[in-house]
């Protein structure tokens, strides 16, 4: 079923000799199919495709586009059990994560399908004396998606960034994460098959398979790629950015990188509901085994004698949670190394891990503890341990629980966890976080990203290169469009809604 | 009245040692104010006054911000005859410019002044069960902003980039253009004055003087400064956006640069209405002595006896035109230099160009003509010649007129003269034209750019750095603002316009 060929177009091809293998964590083996990296060649074909699908693809109606979004969405659904069973055996997540995301991306790409259903979204607005001007959002062209290593469906081959991309009008030219290449191609073929039936342009959507960095970097240099959308870390994305921005003509790159989604509580939150607390963090912590952006890698409050027994808690609970395996035997060395890392810094103080034995590639959860002057002045110390790890920094106030929120770098989230009684005194919090992050999230944990117009799935560098953009939710399609003014136009040669 | 010196935040300041003055290109002869160029500690405490003045110009009222620029607005206006006597005196520009630009820039800020007097522009979106989510637009932070040479007010110290952002809740920090920095401190002044009647914080507004590159350079490199706008060269704008690009934490430039805005004319147009074309585009190519960004640099038709005799005819019109001078000496070097360096490469044709003599920095206007062929090759006959300077190129047939459409670089502007008989084919020109542009005229000329919500003053590189967004018209907010998102927010603690 799984070739381990890249879809140029229509057409499989597997001209290259570098070839490679996804693992399956849970099982420690690596699995059958082999992937074949694409070549130079096979790279210039799948973005001249594009380059050539773009001229009829940006002529196609709203409703045209729809249609291609839907049977996607409909040919994924089709895979049923031999999407899940690949998926679980290229992440090792469990079935019950599989069918979610699934679905989750199933809702995205009927999302973008009703957004694009009339022609609404290109926001035509018309000016002047006699209506002269008339204006509205065309697509840039062809964009290149890098598949996320966290989520192999919802931000990968027909993910929110494929999918606002193909809803605007862009080709699309999908870098596979060379983890889940497998799922990658399950899908690439629905999206493909849909392409055939809806009467879709060869190149609307290519899929190239590469385990290494050259495929990604000569897409992102092609001359006929005029956007890029990037999922993962800062180190990826920050060389992909600088890539883009250093050519003859610089295009825009939308990354979403990492985050270390600081959580405020405060003294009141502990001395009412420290345990309730405790326990929902260390659920949130280890959720998904810590695999998601929005993961809440660190936790600020004013030390106490309540926020020393929260920390004890949070470590105990957090430490009792049955270990699981990572997405990768990389990630999972990567969590320990960086966990090591981190730890290994002066006056940071391991308050629990998990104490079993594992197996490979589990993690074991780690709480550490560290004072705000500590972490004020070591940045190491603000990098993010991708994984389950949450670090809890004990400022000796409110003074320094300030500082260290204005000096944080830029972040997806920020959450406040408090009481009726603090709402008069948070304002100098709120205001600080929110010129650090792209969402507050009150009360709750910044886990779980809803897909709705009022999310906010972004934020200030490094949590993404251009903070005035989402990566999620209906507004994610302004990545891909600019604004375009007809002048003085006859009626005849005007697009038919603009009439 | 003029001092020369800068101002940081409130405070007149000249510390440095370097200064310059302006030039009077008419009288030919250097005006008399002394202008000191801000020093590193000038450029730091203005930017420290900007980064603290953001935390409280985010939280005024959009009523509170519309005071102030309707403030700037009539103390702008109160200038009366001094303005326009000094804006005359370093531009050569005369009245009636500077009254026409005056009054834009009055527009400008009244225009969005009148936008945020409520909060609407925000778009506001609520989300979720339980309208969980809630999302606006917040700015950025302090803006720098650079001035245009060619639009000493409409574009400048209170132009629209400045006007944009403070409407946003950003402090801005203006370079001043050296070649009307008298023109800017006035202004300058103006601002100041209106930031303290209205009650702004100080360090919501500063005003840089520097004849060199190094201030700006430093301004782009703070680590306080969040987005840029620039109007001017590709080379000045391309540096400025590479020197953000690579700083720890890249920001978002939008430079407007240069474009050539090609012209299409039809074979029926030429048969139908030669000399009434030729006069209209004799008139739109000198123009403010051909000084708009806007200017039609490039003419494109197929060869045909009816077309030389267009070039002949739109040459001895154009050629008969007054000279009158730029708006410095060093402008009107670069359009001599400019225009021999186009003229010197091969195969091409000088049509006509003003015979008479003229005063030291008086433009003579010129057109010239090459083949399809010759242009296609050559990209050295695409560079803009900033001035009264415009290039027809004849083409063998139309496929080779789409060819060159499909290969120019990105342009604000494409426009095309046709017939009604033309329209039913018109559809290759219209689609190719769309790709490389931000906005296409239909019978009429560039020059000339409303300041109206349909407008798309941009368009791909390097006519901008961002094609997504446009510098005229109060969609420009965009560019200074970013989606942010509160979650399970209590009321008491949301904007009041969000509860």
Known sequence: MITGKNYIGYAQSANGDTTYHTFNPKENAKNAPTFYEATTQEIDSAVSLAHKAFSSFRKTSGAQRAQFLKAIANEIEALGDTLFTTYMSETGLPEGRAKGECGRTLGQLRMFAALVQNEDWRNPTISGESQEL??????LGPVVVFGASNFPLAYSTAGGDTASALAAGCPVIVKSHPMHAGTGELVANA??????????PEGVFSNLNSAGIEVGVQLVKHPQVKAVGF??????????????????????????????NPVIIT???LENRSAEIAQTYADSITLGVGQFCTNPGLILGVASPQMAEFVNDLGAKTASIDPYCMLHPNIHNAFESNGEDVLS???????????????????????????????????????????????????????????????LEGQLTGTIIAQEEDYASLSPIIERLQDRVGRIVFN??????????????????????????TAVGNQSIKRWVRPFSYQGFPKELLPEFLK
Chains 1, 2 share one sequence.
Do not use: W
């Not at 008339?134 to 697509?139: E, G, T, V, W």
């Not at 002045?377 to 409110?398: I, R, Y």
């Not at 910044?446 to 903070?467: K, N």
């Open 134 to 139: 008339k204006q509205l959002l065309i697509p």
């Open 191 to 200: 999206i493909v098959k849909a392409a055939k039936d809806t009467g879709m």
């Open 231 to 260: 999922t993962g870390s800062i180190k990826g994305g920050r060389a992909l950015y600088d890539l883009a921005s250093q050519r003859a003509e610089p295009i825009p790159v939308f990354a979403e990188m990492g985050s270390i």
């Open 267 to 269: 003294q009141n939150a």
């Open 345 to 407: 810094q002066n006056e940071i103080q391991l308050v629990a891990s998990y104490q079993g034995d594992t197996e490979p590639a589990f993690a074991k959860a780690k709480i550490a503890t560290v004072p705000g002057a500590v972490f004020l002045k070591n940045t190491k110390l603000h990098q993010e341990v991708f994984g389950p790890f949450s670090l809890v920094v004990q400022c000796k106030d409110e003074a320094e629980l300030l500082d260290i929120i204005e000096q």
């Open 444 to 469: 709750g944990v910044p886990t779980g990203v809803a897909v709705v117009d009022a999310m906010t799935h972004g934020g200030p560098y490094p949590a993404s290169t251009d903070s005035r953009f």
